[in-house]
């Protein structure tokens, strides 16, 4: 019934519609916005009277691109809400979590004040929330503090590291589009976290085991058929490692091996190695690798044709061998000369393109003179991070001379050998050439060098006076050559060098290389400048800028394959 026709409506008003009490919301007029507040509203704001056209969605997304510093990419992420969406996936591509033992302070206050440490708090963010999709590369590297250590000598495993395994797991199920798992904390993953990686289209796996004797449970790792690149870390057999035989016999696609012993093996000359461990699957199921490069650290067992059998030599591009074989050192003689490769053998190796190490074999078998080809040549001479072990002996042992500085004629008998052969074998080829600062050339030396290698682009080598300046004439034996670095050891000369600030070199540099051509970057010992085009025309100067050593690294391997480190650089 209709409000007219009820009479108890009758001679009632009507009632008006009620006024909403909320006020029409304005934005002030632009001088009264903050200038903090404007700078991270999504909101467009022009000027008056005008209406400017914002870049395309395209065109940000390209600049975006060029942005690398995690820093950088936190900070756009705060900008404005259109960013935030647009740069949240670069923020989340690789992720490092690192853990610590001891509390952290931070303005007078542990790290996670109000809540867990940094660490737990990541991972916690990683397995709950939605950020877990954007992963691609995954690093999990410090200390973690293993509570209840001796349950592992009872046969079970401590639960706050079971707690960690489990939750990491969760996490990385999540990640949807991860590529690369690295485990460089001191305790292993169990098979709860192999079991989350196998079920990932996985190209890239690190593994770090821990050096403590503890026992442990070593599991079977599961295989990857996508994996392209493996890198094992502190592999020692009497503390318990994984087994990785399943692993590499249905890794097809394996591209890139690393394998890193514990330094203790070689140093203790401990034949507790045994290559079967690792490749005896891949022999019995008659399997070879298809790897581009490979790499070995203190490897120290027989040589027992293992690696022969479970790697196909004639696709090998590339090899790297630190604190390796030895055959100058007597206490270690009897087991590497048992690498003694044929030289007919070495010869079916028709594609490497690069050689690295930190030992001079030189002989009928070392891969300087039997292979043929080789574009870079890397003899490292960064000292050891970690001072070495002295292996246990008695009064009567007789002291190794593998650490002693060879005398002069053993050096210069060494050092004329090894150049020869780098002419005669690889002198039409050569493109970065690396050689150990213990080997001081003179000035005719490199002249000579230079003019045998004309495709030579970058050289690192000692000169018996670090002060000479580049020519132009010498710079015309080497037309391609870009950069030059001169290797320099402690002494009178690199104190001084270090005592002039690096600006005053790169003054010097600019006025004495003004008429040299083609140089773009000189280094010295861990210095180095890059050499601009224009010269000034009142001055004959050229502009030089003084490039930091991790920049360096990134743009010159006669900086950054000058380390005993085997680790990243992925070749694929």
Same mark, same amino acid.
């Given at each position: ?30 001088h ?8 991270t509203?999504?909101?467009?704001v022009y ?5 400017s ?5 395209a065109?940000?997304?390209?600049i975006?691109?060029?942005?690398d510093?995690?820093?950088?990419l936190?900070?756009v ?22 853990s610590?033992?001891?509390?952290r302070?931070r303005d007078?206050r ?6 867990g ?8 963010g990683l397995a709950?929330r939605g ?7 995954l690093?999990?590297c ?13 046969g ?5 590291t079971m707690?960690?395994?489990?939750v990491?797991?969760?996490?990385v199920?999540?990640?949807v589009?991860?590529?690369a ?5 001191n ?9 989350g ?12 085991f821990p050096?403590?004797?503890i026992?442990r449970p070593?599991?079977?790792i599961?295989a990857?058929?996508?994996l ?24 097809q696609k ?10 203790r ?5 401990e ?12 022999v ?11 790499s ?11 690696i022969?059998?479970a790697?196909?030599?004639?696709k090998?591009?590339?090899?790297t061998m630190?604190?390796?074989?030895d ?13 003694? !490769?044929?030289?007919?053998?070495l #010869? %079916?190796?028709?594609? $490497?393109? =690069? ?6 074999? &030189?002989g009928a ?6 292979f ?6 890397y ?9 070495p072990?002295?292996a ?6 007789p ?26 074998r690889h ?42 300046e580049?020519?132009?004439?010498l710079? !015309?034996?080497a037309?391609?050559? #870009? %950069?030059?670095?001169? $290797?320099? =050891? ?6 001084? &060098? ?23 970057w000189?280094g010295?010992?861990t210095?180095?400048?890059e050499i601009g085009?224009?010269v ?13 050593f991790?920049?360096?690294c990134r743009?010159?391997?006669i ?14």
């Amino acid at each position: 019934m209709s409000a007219l026709n009820n009479p108890a409506s009758r001679g009632a008003p009507l009632q008006q519609p009620r006024r909403s009490n909320k006020r029409k919301r304005t934005l002030p007029p632009q001088h009264q916005i903050p200038l903090q507040v404007a700078a991270t509203s999504p909101a467009a704001v022009y000027r008056v009277g005008e209406r400017s056209k914002g870049l395309p969605l395209a065109v940000v997304h390209v600049i975006l691109g060029y942005l690398d510093d995690l820093g950088d990419l936190a900070r756009v992420t705060r900008a404005s809400k259109l960013l935030y969406y647009m740069t949240l996936p670069r923020l989340y591509e690789r992720v490092t979590l690192r853990s610590y033992t001891e509390m952290r302070y931070r303005d007078g206050r542990p790290e996670g004040f109000g809540g867990g440490s940094p660490f737990a708090a990541a991972l916690d963010g990683l397995a709950s929330r939605g950020y877990a999709g954007y992963v691609k590369r995954l690093r999990l590297c410090g200390e973690w503090k293993e509570v209840d250590v001796e349950d592992f000598r009872r046969g079970r495993v401590p639960d706050n590291t079971m707690m960690l395994n489990i939750v990491v797991k969760a996490a990385v199920e999540k990640m949807v589009n991860l590529r690369a798992f690295s485990w460089e904390l001191n305790t292993k993953p169990l098979s709860t976290v192999y079991q989350g990686l196998a079920s990932h289209q996985l190209t890239s796996l690190t593994l770090k085991f821990p050096k403590s004797r503890i026992p442990r449970p070593s599991v079977v790792i599961p295989a990857i058929p996508t994996l392209l690149y493996l890198h094992l870390i502190d592999i020692d057999p009497l503390c318990y490692p994984d087994d990785v035989s399943v692993l590499l016999l249905h890794a097809q696609k394996l591209q890139d091996l690393r394998l890193e012993w514990s330094a203790r093996i070689r140093e203790e000359r401990e034949t507790s190695v045994s290559l079967h461990s690792y490749f005896g699957r891949c022999v019995a199921a008659g399997v070879k690798l298809q790897l581009q490069h490979i790499s070995f650290k203190n490897l120290y067992a027989r040589e027992d044709s293992v690696i022969k059998r479970a790697v196909d030599l004639t696709k090998l591009e590339s090899m790297t061998m630190i604190n390796g074989i030895d055959r100058s050192d007597p206490t270690t003689v009897f087991v590497d000369n048992t690498w003694r !490769a044929d030289p007919e053998h070495l #010869k %079916a190796v028709k594609s $490497l393109k =690069r050689y690295r190490s930190d030992r001079i074999n &030189f002989g009928a078998s070392s891969p300087i003179t039997v292979f043929s080809g080789l574009e870079e040549i890397y003899m490292v001479s960064a000292a050891q991070t970690t001072p070495p072990t002295p292996a246990p002996s008695d009064a009567t042992s007789p002291v190794s001379p593998a650490s002693a500085p060879l005398s002069v004629p053993d050096c210069v008998n060494a050092a004329s050998d090894f150049i020869a052969a780098v002419i005669t074998r690889h002198g039409c080829t050569i493109k970065k050439l690396l050689l150990p600062d213990r080997w001081p050339l003179s000035i005719t030396a490199v002249k000579q060098l230079l003019a045998s290698c004309p495709q030579l682009e970058q050289l690192g080598v000692a000169l018996e006076d670090p002060g000479f300046e580049p020519t132009a004439a010498l710079m !015309a034996a080497a037309p391609r050559l #870009k %950069a030059l670095r001169v $290797l320099v =050891r402690s002494g009178p000369f690199w104190d001084l &060098f270090n005592r002039i600030g690096v600006e005053m070199h790169a003054v010097g540099i600019g006025v004495r290389l003004g008429k040299v051509e083609g140089l773009r970057w000189i280094g010295v010992g861990t210095h180095c400048f890059e050499i601009g085009d224009e010269v000034d025309g009142e001055t004959g100067r050229k502009a030089v800028r003084v490039v930091g050593f991790e920049e360096a690294c990134r743009t010159l391997e006669i900086f950054a394959m000058d380390s005993r480190d085997i680790g990243g650089g992925e070749i694929f």
